[in-house]
């Protein structure tokens, strides 16, 4: 490892903030976790074990290709792609054994086709737009949609869907009417699927005869989990909470996470400072005392916000410093003035860490953003560190990493 800038991921806190939501939904609604984006930045193969290790029963991506991705990792579990996938994805979907997202005709025929060449059967979950404006089948034309894509060879739909686009808002009525939609099209399912009445497969490829199973019907996002329990249906799809983090101000705390990501560096570079000196690009920050300024060897090309500058700040040796001038592309400054015996080599933590100022919540405040979007901001060359302690030990595991 050529540079020492990475992000430890404390697997502990993925496993229990799961068992947090297990605890609240109870046992007999799945979990479906969103790994999607290289599970927001923390790594999607090593999530995804620690996910199915403390109990989630089916994996949410994105598209084909994160779903292939765990599988050539060996994972074997249920995978969902969320997305709405072309038809020329229908033979990889097919042979990977996934669950597609069906609102279109001509790609449920094309995945028809597909299994049926190779003699298999393809699972599909539909879904349905109740008001997110994005993907989905209209509320008035789901129940006909399902039959229409049921009755298809070699096709199977095994679940529902909808989406909550303000879940997360104090103005609970728009989800509500959501809510209500969504039962009416289950209610409907439900009643002309009545031998449909239990779910119980482990895996796609091991089903023999899905006759037995209804329909899954699921909406609530981690928003949903925490503010809508009425919404919990059959199964979750919790996101951000998996990673330590509420999806607003807004959502009552009912389930106990915690962040599992700490990003951190350390001090290459140490400089004693006249007053007067100007520091890194455009020259924004100029000392005002006689420093001593440390650069690490983090920039905005490895996911640290240029929006940070001369507004950040990092811990060194416990100490709370403040990032001076703008943060370059590989390089940012820090005033160490005040911390005590700082040396070269010395540890800084950028993200987490368990300071409550360096919470991703709180730097995604600062920036004017969302934790979703510093998370999957941390690029592909900062490597993942994975480690299984709550007190982040340093004992790492023996996953592949994405560095």
């Known amino acids: 490892m050529s540079r020492p800038t990475v992000a430890e991921v404390d697997l502990s806190a993925i496993k229990d903030n799961i068992r947090a939501i297990r605890a609240r939904v109870g ?14 930045g923390h790594g999607a193969v090593a999530v995804s074990l620690a996910c199915l290790d ?13 779903a292939i991705e765990l599988r050539n990792a060996g994972i074997q579990a249920l995978i969902l792609i969320l997305g709405c996938s072309l038809i020329s994805d229908a033979e990889a979907v097919v042979e990977h054994d996934l669950i597609a997202t069906c609102c279109d005709a001509s790609f449920a025929r094309a995945l028809s086709r597909s299994a049926e060449k190779r003699g298999k059967t393809a699972w ?14 209209r509320p008035e034309d789901a129940i006909n949609f399902v039959h229409e894509v049921a009755a298809l060879p070699n096709l199977r739909v ?20 959501q809510i209500a939609t969504f039962k009416k099209i289950v209610f409907g399912l439900n009643h002309d699927f009545p031998e449909r009445s239990s779910w119980a497969v482990s895996s796609i490829s091991t089903a023999k005869s899905p006759a037995d199973l209804r329909i899954i019907a699921h909406a609530s996002n981690s928003a949903g989990i925490l503010a809508y329990p009425e919404a919990d249906f059959d199964a979750v799809r919790p996101g951000i909470m998996i990673y330590g983090c509420y999806p607003s101000e807004h959502v009552p705390r009912s389930v106990s996470v915690r962040e599992a990501l700490t990003l951190k560096t350390r001090i290459v570079f140490l400089k004693q400072c006249e007053p007067g000196t100007c520091i890194s690009y455009g020259r924004t920050h100029v000392t005002s005392r006689r420093c001593l300024i440390a650069t690490i060897p983090v920039g905005y090309a490895d996911g640290y916000s240029r929006r ?3 507004l950040g700040e990092v811990a060194v040796k416990g100490v709370r410093v ?3 001038g703008r943060v370059c592309m590989d390089q940012t400054m820090i005033d160490v003035t005040d911390v005590p015996g700082v040396a070269l080599g010395d540890e800084v933590v950028l993200y987490g860490g368990g300071y409550d100022y360096l919470s991703v919540a709180r730097v995604a405040e600062l920036i004017g953003t969302i934790p979703y979007e510093v998370f999957c901001s941390i690029s592909s060359r900062v490597p993942r560190v994975y480690v299984d302690s709550p007190e982040l030990s340093g004992r790492t595991q023996s996953i592949r990493s994405t560095a």
């Open 54 to 66: 403390a109990g989630a029963d089916i994996l949410g991506v994105a598209c084909v290709d994160e």
């Open 158 to 177: 095994d679940g529902i869907f909808t989406h909550f686009p303000s879940a997360d808002e104090p103005d609970r009525s728009f989800t509500m009417s």
């Open 124 to 137: 599909v979950h539909v879904k349905v737009d109740t008001g997110m404006g994005r993907i989905g089948v």
């Open 322 to 324: 403040p990032v001076v």
């Open 27 to 40: 046992p007999k609604v799945k979990i479906i976790p969103a790994v999607k984006a290289d599970a927001y």
């Open 308 to 310: 940070l500058s001369n």
